[in-house]
């Protein structure tokens, strides 16, 4: 008898070690995959960065935390290290980080073209696509007069940025557009930066008119650009690899979103050219705002008004921006 249920047990136990092992394999459950957020979140562009932040969070949170089967979990990074503005260690640091967690598949970053020109290389040579929500630099996507280009930020020698916010030609070309217009000082926000750009200012040459690449505010900039890393995840599939789903962020086309319809093109700029002119006072956008249509050098170029903006007045940033017109260059 004793015999018998020993060897009972003996059978309980291994069927309850079988059973264990079976429950560990590969219908755990679904893979989980990595995308790092960095930005501002100290200094003087912690409001956008936070913004940005905020709206990345808004997004995932909206999917589920998953990108169809696969789920995401998110790292956000501070490329100031606690200081008043980027900072080169912080931001490698962050980029480093990135392409060592073999789970990451998505880079979302930076907010300063410094900052991207530092964290890109690194990305790249990991072959981690990098999408960034504010950097207009021309240089990170298209050759320059000054001899700058994206080749030095490729060491892998593939293409893996694309932006969602138009490049300088294209704030440039609307600046010019409000001047022809007699619309006096129109500087231009680069990289969303209204501060630096009001600095630029001269005294006594009319009111500016800023010209931001922020249509929307800057954390519909953060929710866009999770949702396409969210929605190129979902399309590479199970098995979601880092050079999968660059392909689908770079092969993006016709891509409805709160921004407007856009492609991504073959040089990772958005064909989205859509811009905020702003009639500023301090670092509020006014009443009275303009939308510009103008193309990119060699183009065509003009100018149309729109009715004052309603409720603008000096609320917070995002809300002025939000609520200021938009610029659409085709």
Known sequence: MCRARAAVAAVLLAAAILFSACGSGGSSGPETVSVYVSVPLHGGRAPDGQAIAAGARDALARAGGRAGQVRVRAFYLDDTG????????????????????????????????????????????????????????????????????????????????????????????????????????????????????????????????????????????????????????????????????????LATANRRSPLGRYSIDSYGDTTLHRVAGCDCVAAACGRSARTLTARRPGGRAGRAELPPARGAGSGSRDRAFGEASRADLP
């Open 82 to 249: 606690g200081g008043p503005r980027w900072s080169l260690v912080a931001t490698a640091a962050g980029a480093r980080r990135a392409a060592e967690d073999s789970s990451a598949v998505a880079f979302i970053g930076d907010v300063d073209s410094g900052a991207t020109r530092v964290s890109l290389p690194i990305t790249n040579q990991a072959e981690i696509v990098q999408v960034s929500p504010a950097s207009t630099a021309t240089d990170l996507t298209l050759d320059t007069a000054a001899g700058l280009g994206p080749d030095r930020y490729r060491p892998s020698g593939g293409q893996s940025f694309a932006r969602i916010v138009p490049n300088d030609e294209v704030l440039a070309a609307a600046a010019r557009s409000v001047r022809r217009g007699g619309g006096g000082q129109a500087p231009t926000a680069r990289d969303g930066d209204l501060a630096a750009a009001l600095r630029s200012c001269r005294s006594g040459a009319g009111r500016p008119t800023v010209i931001t690449p922020f249509a929307l505010p800057p954390r519909a900039y953060g929710q866009e650009a999770m949702s396409l890393v969210l929605d190129s995840i979902h399309s590479a599939g199970a098995g979601a690899s880092r050079g999968s789903v660059r392909d689908e962020v």
